[in-house]
């Protein structure tokens, strides 16, 4: 290879060999610490995005890394699904035993995920002899991902108008607007899929009265209550499952980007009466649930579901609302969140600032057009949120 490439050479390369869907920001990184990152001209960063929620554990942690290490020297980084693994049972059992769930289906990703719950309840449905209760209810404001399916539940014209027609039997209700919903969920409804705390959308919580309103009317109309959590589960929202706040349970739960600290990984959790609904062939996949990543992710779960972990995502998570809520700035509008995942809200475009965050050794990134949100690492500290106010005010001042 010759020498160490620097931000300006692979920023190049990027240009000439990749297919340009993402607007990158504009450095390499190389290597990470802790809750820091360092990029290939040697420039330090606060990282406040976590891989979008993913690097749960931060960057370099021992213990993930030394699973990891394991898992590779056992010679099995893959399995096929048509085998028994020890680390995928275990893993399942952990996620069972830590939930409303009986049972598990493993994926590679968030969107493959919601894809296989979008197939878990039509099949529930098609087996009470219905295929015709093969609506699945969204709301306003929501991410479900980018595959076809999962995208017909992202309302957002960007995502969808080109990539028409996508699946059917799709109906839009407004989020946190029970009417709505009361509305649009009836008798051929076959799931409502709902983000507990919206994240793309631009950081929205689920009022418990919502969710509890959903519950309600899903058991009234036969259909199941689907929670997407793969951003907010995972202790992100200072809980270990996002609908542990509500005291609602859903039927399925899908969880993905934080749970194998980094390593691909998507999971269905789900009750007894919809696992029973699947036979064996009906849906699979090559990759997921091997005994790498599961192996991983067995570490993530096991250091995140402790009382002391999630109590510091509680106490660092309301000392940051506190602190941002503290800048005096015309700039700001709104700061809203639960746990550590929060959102700023500004009257200006938050591109401008996310840019200025990285001149000031900040990792930042929006959700929307106006909102900053901060889902860093679960083991940032308050000296980190300081760090972060100092520099964040510094910008918005500079910017009136
Ligand atoms: C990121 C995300 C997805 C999609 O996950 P991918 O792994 O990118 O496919 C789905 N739902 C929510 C709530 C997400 O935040």
């Keep these: 290879m010759g020498e160490i490439p620097n931000n300006q050479q692979i920023i190049e390369q990027e240009h000439l060999y990749l297919a340009q869907t993402y607007k990158r920001a504009p450095f390499a990184l190389m290597h990470g610490e802790g809750v820091r990152l360092f990029d290939a001209d040697g420039k330090t960063y606060l990282d406040w995005v976590a891989g979008i929620a993913v690097n749960a554990l931060g960057y370099g942690d021992p213990e993930l890394t030394q699973a990891i290490k394991q898992g590779v020297t056992s010679g099995l980084i893959h399995v096929s699904n048509l085998y028994h693994t020890a680390p995928q049972v275990e893993l399942a059992r952990m ?196 005994p790498l990543v599961t192996r991983a992710a067995q570490v993530v779960l096991k250091r995140v579901n402790q009382p002391g972990f999630l109590q510091n995502v509680r106490e660092v998570g309301a000392y940051l609302v506190e602190r941002l809520s503290e800048i005096n700035s015309p700039l700001v509008k709104d700061v809203r969140g639960r746990g550590l995942m929060v959102g700023l809200e500004l009257t200006i475009d938050a591109a401008a600032v996310i840019e200025a965050g990285y001149e000031h050794g900040l990792i930042l990134v929006n959700a929307g057009p106006n909102v900053i949100r901060f889902v860093p690492p679960l083991i940032v500290e308050k000296k980190h949120v300081d760090e972060l106010v100092d520099k964040l005010t510094a910008i918005l001042a500079g910017m009136v």
């Design 95 to 290: 996620l069972v035993e830590s939930s409303f769930a009986d049972r598990v289906f493993f994926t590679n990703s968030g969107t493959e995920a919601n894809e296989g719950a979008i197939k878990f309840a039509r099949k529930a449905a098609y087996e009470k002899g219905r295929p015709d209760k093969h609506q699945i209810v969204c709301f306003s404001g929501a991410f479900h991902g980018r595959t076809m399916g999962s995208l017909a539940l992202t309302p957002r014209e960007k995502y969808q108008q080109p990539f028409q027609p996508l699946m059917p039997g799709v109906v839009l209700a407004e989020f946190n607007d029970l009417d709505s919903a009361a509305a649009a969920i009836g008798d051929r409804t076959a799931a409502v899929i709902i983000e507990p705390v919206q994240g793309e959308g631009g950081i929205h919580v689920a009022t418990d009265e919502f969710l509890r309103g959903l519950r309600d009317l899903c058991d009234r109309h036969d259909a199941l209550l689907i929670f997407d959590e793969i951003q907010c589960g995972m202790g992100r929202t200072g809980t270990l499952w996002a609908y542990e706040h509500s005291g609602v349970s859903p039927d399925v739960l899908t969880a993905a980007k934080p749970l194998a600290g980094g390593l691909p990984i998507g999971a269905i959790l789900m009750t007894e009466a919809v696992a029973a609904a699947m036979h064996p062939g009906e849906h699979g996949t090559t990759f997921a649930g091997g």
